[in-house]
Structures are given as structure tokens and as C-alpha cells.
């Protein structure tokens, strides 16, 4: 057939490179409104959940029986779940009615009435509610830190520039296993040269990645994953009990931790058992709320992929993302996966969350360039900086991040890389060369270092844990290297260790290591001039970007 020149150029424009399907609700390829959703109910006899989404007690899998005695407050739930899910609805985004009042009536409610009132709000309107909901006054942003090769000296180098453009939080991951340890070390001290108080956490196995967390290497933890079937649990050895029993051993060591969900991942693993992903992901929300977890990383996550090829799915993720603040919790609300061939599709996800603000826009913006995101790349990378700070700019909103000057970023990079240097010496390990530091300064990429000895680094790895290394001993490493500054930094962050301050709801350290947490900095949005506004030195920092003409530069 002779084609149509206007549809010949369609057919090669980015986006229809990506994966599209038509819903099918059997087998749960539905991201909302699926035919085999439950109706809302609730019974409660004697203080106890007997009935609740049309399942009597009798019929409960573990999820709902870990949710109906957890996660439902029975004081209220009667009441509530008789509310018109519009008027519920209504409710999140009028101005006139506080979060709080919000947050007490949605701790009576069933993942099926919370799905009702969901699907009754466009994404405008979802946008409106996640503005008032976000349990911290002040938006923030989250990064991945890593590369192909685990070099911990661009790790450094790397963590330095993203903390000091902006990212509160900071993860890596490991392409070796074994090399975690330095991953985790490198990224501690990136971290604190680029801003005071960055918090990092290295993903790995829980026991690992526990043990780090109790020698004060890293801060925070969040790939603990919780399901929406009982399938998906038992297929990884888990359960509800399991998982707030591991939350509890990291927040009792005083590791700040969220579990991670998201809608899709019953899907991807063949076990949605008909229902929408939606529905399924509200589950997990509650699980975690039941857990006594203070926040989730959700938004789909490393599943994007799956609801993003079937109708209304953008409008699920963000969904579930405005249903962990409507439950009170923390979220880092993902844009940390990439979907899309599309810029224009990969901007549109993001807009979403940026704009109300979320506790963290992205779980894992790329402070790397893709072709080294361990985490199977993002929906932003390094490359993506200055278009992200000019959206700030252009719409006066927070995403986080600041424009950051060539000369400090090499300043930064630099010196991230000698105190690397300077810790791996005094400690023992393989050394770092005057020449891997001038590369990591001006690194793009793994592509421009030079290669390190794997099979000897691995075995220092290994003996950094079997020598029992803590942060105390990177604190010691760094002032005798006339680090002091850098010292003084990891000290003061293995102090929140003690204190426990900012395991509170939506932590985060400022550059004096004071707690910003919802405790303290609660979101008290109420309509304009109410809540989060820029202030005058933030608006001006985000606003004076090097790309922009001034009056001085012409001659006159």
C-alpha cells in the first residue's frame, strides 16, 4: 500500500518505538477499573475486621488479614467507608479541609474504597490533592550513583558533584557483588564532600546491605519490596510479618528505611490474579503503612514499563503515589526508570510529581550518564541537568537541583577523588593514582577512566568488612589525611545513627545536619500563600543559570 508522507513520519518518531497493549483484565494487564476489582465493604464485630472488600475473615489471604489488623483504624472505618467516594474525593482537593482532618478519615478506609475515590479524580485533580498530602513542607530529590566497572574513584567524584547539585539522598548499586563495600565507602565520602548531610544507601541483599548500615557506612535503606498477591510474596520466601520484622531491624540500628512497591510488579511475575494494578498496589501501600514503615518508594519503579503500555497507566502511578501521602507516609515517587524513547512521554511522567512536589520527585534521578545506571538506566541522567534546572526556572517550582558553576563542579569532583585517595592509603588498600584522580575530575563516564585491578580491589573489599571497618574509622582516616572538614561531616552523620532523629516521616539532613522531617517541617498547605513557597535565596539560586544573557555583557 502506497503510504501517507505524513504517517511515514509518525511511524519513525521515538515514541512508537515504545511498547504498547490493549488491556486485558484476566490477567491483570489493567492499570485501573479492572472488571475483578472487589466492591468496597467493612464489617467490624467486637473491635475486630470480620468482612472487608466483600471477603469474610474465614476467606482472608495474609495480606488482607495483615491490613484488616494493621492498617485499618476500626474507630472510624464505619464511618468513613460510608462516604461517598466523591465526596472523599472532594475532600483531598479543597483547600479548606487540612490534611490531617484527610489523614484520620483515610485511616478507615479498604484498598477498594481507596481505589473508588481514586478513580473518581483526573490527574489534574490528583495533582491538586498530592500538593496538600506530601507529609514534608519542603520537596526534595533522590540519585543514583553508579557505573559498569564499580570504580569506586568515579563513584566519589560522581556522588561529590550530585550532592552538591542538589540531591538529599544518594543510592548505588553494584555491577559485582563483592565490590560493595567500596561502592558504599566511595559514595559516603562523595556524599559529605558535596554537601554536609547527604544521606547514601548501597542496594544489595538485606544482610549486606544491613551490615553495611550498622557500621555507620551508610544511612538509609529502601529496596525492602512488598506485593499486592500472596503469591508474589511466597514465590520470594516473604510475607507481611517478614518484612516489618527486617524494617524493624534497621530502624532499631537507627537506619532511616522505606519498603519499595509499585504498580505492575504482580504482572511482570504472573501473579495478578485478574485485578488491576492499581487495586493491587493499594495493598501494598497498606501493607506498609501496617509494618509501621514510615515512607515507600512507589511509582512503579523498575515496572514502568508495564503500566505504561496500557491505558490511563501514567495516571495509576501517580495514583499511587498520592495514595501513600493520603496514608501519611514519606514517598519517593520513582521517574527512576526508563520507559520511553520519548522526551516529550518522559517529561510529561515527570511533570506530575514535580510540579505538586513529592518528599522525593525522583528515587533515582541519574547523577550518571545512563550507559553506567546499574539500576537499568533512568528517566533522567547527567545529560538531562540543565533542561531540569531551566523547567525549574521557567515554572518558578523546586525539583530539588541546582545549576551548578564548570569550576564547581571540577572543584568538588577533585576533591571527593584525593580523599578517596587518602582513605584507601591510610587504610591499606589498592592504591589510587594521581592519575585516576585527574580523570574522575573531568570524567564524563566510566568510558574516560582507567581500568583499576578487579581482582585486587575485590579482595580489599572483602577485607574491609573482615577487618570489622566502620565510619569511625573513615572519620579517623580523613583527619589524619588533613581531611577535617570531611571528618567532622561523616561524624556528625554517625550521630543521627545515635539520636534517631531522622528516622521521623520524610527525614532529611540540611547542610548543619538539622532534621527537616514532617515532624518538624509539616506540610501545611492550605491553598495560595499557604505551604512550600521558594524563598527569595532559593527562587535566586534556581533562577541564575550561566546560560542567561545579562545587561553586563554588552558594551554599551
Known amino acids: 500500500m502506497k503510504r501517507q508522507k505524513r504517517f511515514e513520519v509518525l511511524a519513525a518518531r521515538p515514541v512508537n518505538q515504545d511498547g504498547f497493549v490493549v488491556e486485558w483484565p484476566e490477567v491483570g494487564l489493567i492499570a485501573m477499573g479492572s472488571p475483578n476489582d472487589p466492591t468496597p465493604s467493612i464489617k467490624v464485630q467486637n473491635g475486630k475486621v470480620v468482612e472487608m472488600d466483600g471477603i469474610p475473615r474465614d476467606r482472608f489471604d495474609f495480606i488482607d488479614q495483615f491490613i484488616a489488623d494493621y492498617a485499618i483504624d476500626v474507630q472510624v472505618t464505619e464511618k468513613a467507608m460510608a462516604m461517598e467516594d466523591t465526596a472523599i474525593a472532594k475532600m483531598l482537593v479543597d483547600v479548606n479541609v487540612s490534611r490531617d482532618e484527610i489523614v484520620r478519615l483515610v485511616r478507615g478506609l479498604t484498598p477498594a474504597k481507596i481505589v473508588a475515590v481514586l478513580e473518581t479524580m ?8 498530592l500538593q496538600k498530602m506530601r507529609a514534608r513542607k519542603i520537596p526534595s530529590n533522590q540519585c543514583h550513583i553508579t557505573n559498569v566497572n564499580d570504580n569506586p574513584v568515579l563513584i566519589a567524584a560522581d556522588g561529590a558533584e550530585a550532592a552538591m547539585r542538589g540531591f538529599d539522598e544518594m543510592e548505588t548499586t553494584v555491577a559485582v557483588v563483592r565490590y560493595a563495600p567500596f561502592n558504599a565507602l566511595a559514595l559516603l565520602i562523595g556524599g559529605q564532600t558535596g554537601r554536609r548531610g547527604t544521606l547514601i544507601q548501597c542496594a544489595l541483599e538485606e544482610a549486606t546491605e544491613l551490615q553495611l548500615g550498622m557500621r555507620g557506612i551508610t544511612a538509609y535503606a529502601e529496596t525492602i519490596s512488598v506485593y499486592g498477591t500472596e503469591n508474589v510474596f511466597v514465590d520470594g520466601d516473604d510475607t507481611p510479618w517478614s518484612k516489618a520484622f527486617l524494617a524493624s531491624a534497621y530502624a532499631s540500628r537507627g537506619l532511616k528505611m522505606r519498603f519499595t512497591s509499585g504498580t505492575g510488579s504482580e504482572v511482570q511475575m504472573g501473579y495478578a490474579e485478574g485485578k488491576s494494578m492499581l487495586y493491587l498496589e493499594i495493598r501494598c501501600i497498606m501493607v506498609t503503612k501496617g509494618a509501621g514503615v514510615q515512607g515507600l518508594q512507589n511509582g512503579s519503579v523498575s515496572c514502568v514499563g508495564v503500566p505504561a503500555a496500557v491505558p490511563s497507566g501514567i495516571r495509576a502511578i501517580l495514583a499511587e503515589n498520592l495514595c501513600t501521602t493520603m496514608l501519611d507516609m514519606e514517598v519517593a515517587s520513582s521517574n527512576d526508570q526508563t520507559f520511553t524513547h520519548s522526551d516529550i512521554r518522559r517529561t510529561a511522567r515527570t511533570l506530575m510529581q514535580m510540579l505538586p512536589g513529592t518528599d522525593f520527585i525522583c528515587s533515582g534521578y541519574s547523577g550518571v550518564p545512563n550507559y553506567d545506571n546499574m539500576f537499568a538506566g533512568s528517566n533522567w541522567d547527567v545529560d538531562d541537568y540543565d533542561d531540569w534546572n531551566i523547567i525549574q526556572r521557567d515554572l518558578k517550582v523546586d525539583g530539588g537541583l541546582r545549576p551548578a558553576s564548570e ?7 577533585n576533591k571527593a577523588a584525593r580523599a578517596l585517595q587518602a582513605v584507601f592509603k591510610e587504610l591499606g588498600f ?14 564524563h563516564g566510566s568510558k574516560d577512566m582507567p581500568g583499576r585491578n578487579v581482582v585486587e580491589d575485590l579482595k580489599a573489599a572483602q577485607d574491609m568488612m573482615n577487618r570489622g571497618i566502620t565510619g569511625l574509622d573513615v572519620v579517623k582516616a580523613l583527619a589524619k589525611n588533613g581531611f577535617n572538614d570531611l571528618a567532622e561531616n561523616v ?6 545513627r545515635i539520636s534517631g532523629d531522622y528516622l521521623h516521616t520524610s527525614a532529611i539532613l540540611d547542610k548543619d545536619f538539622n532534621v527537616i522531617s514532617a515532624v518538624n517541617s509539616r506540610n501545611d498547605y492550605r491553598g495560595p500563600g499557604t505551604g512550600y513557597r521558594l524563598s527569595e ?16 555583557d554588552f558594551d554599551v
Open 122 to 129: 483526573n490527574v489534574v485533580e490528583m495533582m491538586m490533592a
Open 537 to 552: 535565596e532559593r527562587w535566586n539560586e534556581i533562577k541564575t543559570i550561566s546560560q542567561a544573557i545579562k545587561p553586563s
Open 430 to 443: 589498592p592504591a589510587i593514582t594521581d592519575a585516576e584522580v585527574e580523570a574522575a575530575t573531568y570524567a
Open 407 to 413: 569550576e564547581e563542579v571540577i572543584a568538588v569532583r
Open 491 to 496: 561524624l556528625n552523620l554517625l550521630k543521627q
